[in-house]
């Protein structure tokens, strides 16, 4: 009876999960290819940003804009870490250390190689009046860069007198406060020199009323339907698309992703409509995607996973959150559209996904998805994982849109 109860059960939660997105609409596929896609970031979702450029390397060809961020891995997932030396600049970030962990995930592919690294770009930001992430972390991120990336192609702005926010011309506080929505008008386009930096040479930006569309689209598609505020992410998230992309002409990808305590459930459409990346979108082709984060118990503040409160594996490319946004670029891209999915997902040790014939041992004795090679976790065959099976092969925390 218990068993027969199971899928029934099952469907059910899966409907319940499903209204909590009422009226959001399936992310769709636009004309992009993935040689056009780039991130950035504010805040935690500059961390967030810094580790998707770098563990995916392959994906994310442009490059990344990182306002008030730091090195990756940079918290070695702690809290304090991430909170002192990593924000306030509390001791050191020992910078070899983390080159050496860089070095040994690129090779044993839990990240994508950083030798794909050397052809994109980096925009970074640092307020000199910012009082949450000191100019000395930001300054390390640049260094950190400069071991996978020309000097050419880094640009560094460190002497506005900003506090700790999104940077505007045109909308937010003063340039000097930090308070919510964290967007301040400080005269200086960020999202514009950010776009400038990673595309080159821009048409000029619509200053007037945007001509494309905001569409609000299910996030929990890219958790196999789980519930994705389980994980720090909310049920629905945004994008700014252009009238040119939905017409299916050929566009440019850019994914924004916003700081603590500025997700919509906090400050409604403060970031995705007005931390001016949209103005420069709708003349340039650039479809905008908004992940959205949430509270929990463990992130109260509704930060991106950059010290691993929801996952062990938050800076690789088998970390929850991380394959969830790349799994929406996949979707998007034109190239890389993964559905339709088969959706069968094993909760199991890696033994045993071993002996199923979903994971492989690598030369390196750790376990890596087949087709994905998503490492499985820092404890090889003992570990257990969450292993989702889909069209094009098995994935660690892997969605089922």
């Not at 992009?32 to 563990?55: I, P």
């Not at 299916?248 to 409604?268: D, E, F, I, P, S």
Request: hydrophobic share 40%; aromatic share 14%.
């Amino acid at each position: 009876m218990e068993a027969r109860l199971a899928p029934a059960m099952s469907a059910l939660f899966a409907c319940l999960l499903a209204s909590h997105a009422f009226g959001a609409v399936v992310l769709p596929k636009y004309n992009v290819s993935v040689n056009e896609v780039s991130v950035s970031g504010l805040s935690s979702g500059a961390y967030m940003a810094a580790q998707m450029h770098v563990a995916y390397s392959k994906t994310i060809r442009k490059g990344a804009g990182i306002v008030a961020g730091g090195p990756v891995y940079c918290s070695q997932g702690n809290l304090l870490v991430a909170t002192g030396p990593c924000m306030a600049d509390t001791g050191s970030r020992n910078l070899p250390y983390l080159a050496s962990v860089i070095s040994i995930w690129s090779s044993n592919g839990y990240i994508d190689s950083t030798s794909n690294l050397a052809s994109s770009r980096v925009y970074l930001f640092s307020g000199t009046l910012d009082s949450t992430v000191r100019q000395a972390v930001m300054n390390d991120l640049k260094t950190m860069y400069g071991n996978y990336i020309p000097a050419a192609n880094i640009s560094y702005k460190n002497n506005v007198a900003a506090e700790h926010a999104m940077p505007t011309d045109y909308f937010g506080n003063a340039c000097s406060v930090k308070d919510t929505p964290y967007i301040n008008n400080c005269n200086f386009d960020t999202a514009g020199a950010i776009l400038t930096w990673l595309y080159g040479a821009l048409v000029a930006k619509n200053v007037g009323t945007l001509g494309g569309t905001f569409i609000n689209f299910d996030q929990s598609a890219f958790w196999g339907n789980f519930n994705p505020t389980t994980h720090g992410m909310a049920s629905t998230g945004y994008a700014y698309v252009p009238a040119a992309c939905t017409a299916g002409q050929a566009c440019k990808l850019h994914v924004a992703l916003h700081g603590c305590k500025q997700n919509v459930a906090t400050v409604g459409t403060a970031f995705y409509q007005h931390a001016g990346y949209n103005r420069w979108a709708d003349t340039n082709k650039i479809v905008v995607l908004y992940p959205q984060a949430t509270t929990t118990l463990a992130n109260p503040n509704g930060c991106w996973d950059w010290w691993g409160y929801d996952d062990v594996n938050f800076p690789a490319k088998s970390g929850g959150q991380m394959v969830a946004i790349k799994t929406m670029i996949d979707r998007i891209t034109s190239g890389n559209s993964a559905a339709p999915f088969t959706c069968n997902h094993w909760y199991d040790s890696n033994y045993w996904h071993v002996y199923f014939g979903r994971a492989y041992i690598g030369s390196d004795g750790q376990v890596y998805a087949v087709n994905s090679n998503q490492y499985l976790g820092f404890y090889s065959v003992a570990a257990y994982t969450d292993v989702r099976r889909t069209s094009s092969g098995y994935y660690a925390y892997g969605s089922c849109p």
